[in-house]
């Protein structure tokens, strides 16, 4: 697809008058409901319109909640140091994204930032990243990934953009990731969002960071449960890529394949198993039951009654369903 700061800008003017966050069709399910439904109530007029870069800088940005990391993730990042000369290396703990929130986009934003529960890192590392590169540009990936050739190496000229999907083929270890009901409709799946390459100022992750404040806004625990299926849809990579799927036809970018196409690998810890880094960090955010946000009085109210509603429901429902097949 053709690069260019004018055709980023160009995109920008039809974006504004898009729908927002392109959401699923109807469902039965409580969350599906219109004012409780994620992904689907961006939040607009908090994030400033920054100046489109023309290409992607040179800055690798890195995060963690802090900065006390296993022995081989740090030798990795060396690596990617080494590999990488003549590129700025940001790495970012908690209090380094807060400055940055507060430096770069005021104290509403940060407080979106600080509703997301410490205790998910992870969910937070998801917001801050977007941030940083939408003001920045650069290249986004995660600690626990690695690259095995230079940026300079495969990163074009006029590139805007990156987009990839999981790897669909049956001899890899990565079949049915991505593969959400939410993103049904799109082909391919879910956008890997563990590394992103941008310019400063691209469409695509303004329309990411008003997704995932709407979705702070609405969050209900229980309603939207907690653990990894609350942050893929809140923060993480359901929620970026509903938020970019509508505009694809709007703004620049590529799509590659993030292994072949430029070297990188998911996990330094795939040798042992696709999901092997769960086990490294103590506290991993797949298996947390806790809200994964600060939610007001009146919102735990409604936890509370869904609760106590939710499992006689839930059977009711079942009945009926056994119903039905019975006398079909």
Not at 251 to 274: K, Q, T
């Amino acid at each position: 697809m053709g690069q260019g700061v004018m055709s980023i800008n160009a995109a920008f003017a039809r974006i504004r008058a898009s729908s927002g966050a392109y959401h699923a069709g109807p469902s039965l399910s409580l969350r599906e409901l219109p004012l409780l439904k994620l992904n689907a109530a961006p939040k607009k007029g908090l994030i400033p319109h920054f100046p489109v870069g023309r290409s992607i800088p040179r800055i690798l940005h890195q995060t963690h909640s802090h900065r006390n990391l296993p022995p081989e993730i740090i030798r990795s990042m060396a690596e990617l140091r080494l590999l990488n000369p003549g590129w700025t290396h940001n790495f970012y703990d908690d209090g380094d994204r807060i400055a940055f929130i507060r430096n770069e986009y005021g104290l509403e934003v940060l407080n979106y930032y600080l509703r997301i529960e410490k205790v998910y890192g992870a969910a937070r590392a998801d917001l801050f990243r977007y941030l940083a590169l939408y003001r920045l540009g650069g290249v986004y990936l995660d600690v626990k990934s690695a690259a095995s050739r230079s940026f300079d190496d495969v990163l074009r000229p006029d590139d805007s953009f990156l987009l990839s999907q999981w790897p669909r083929g049956d001899g890899s270890m990565f079949v049915g990731w991505g593969d959400h009901a939410e993103l049904k409709h799109i082909p391919g799946g879910e956008f890997q969002q563990w590394f992103i390459a941008a310019v400063p100022g691209h469409p695509f992750l303004k329309a990411v960071i008003e997704n995932v404040l709407g979705n702070i806004d609405r969050y209900i625990p229980g309603i939207h449960r907690t653990g990894a299926h609350a942050v893929f849809r809140v923060t993480g990579p359901i929620a970026y890529t509903l938020a970019i799927a509508p505009l694809l036809e709007l703004a620049p970018h590529r799509m590659v394949d993030s292994e072949v196409d430029l070297g990188l690998s998911y996990s330094i810890y795939s040798h042992i198993a696709p999901q092997a880094h769960k086990l490294i960090f103590s506290a991993h955010y797949a298996e947390l039951t806790t809200s994964l946000i600060k939610v007001p009085a009146w919102k735990k109210v409604v936890f509370a009654i869904y609760r106590a509603i939710a499992k006689p429901y839930k059977a009711m429902l079942r009945y009926a369903r056994g119903r039905r097949e019975l006398s079909g």
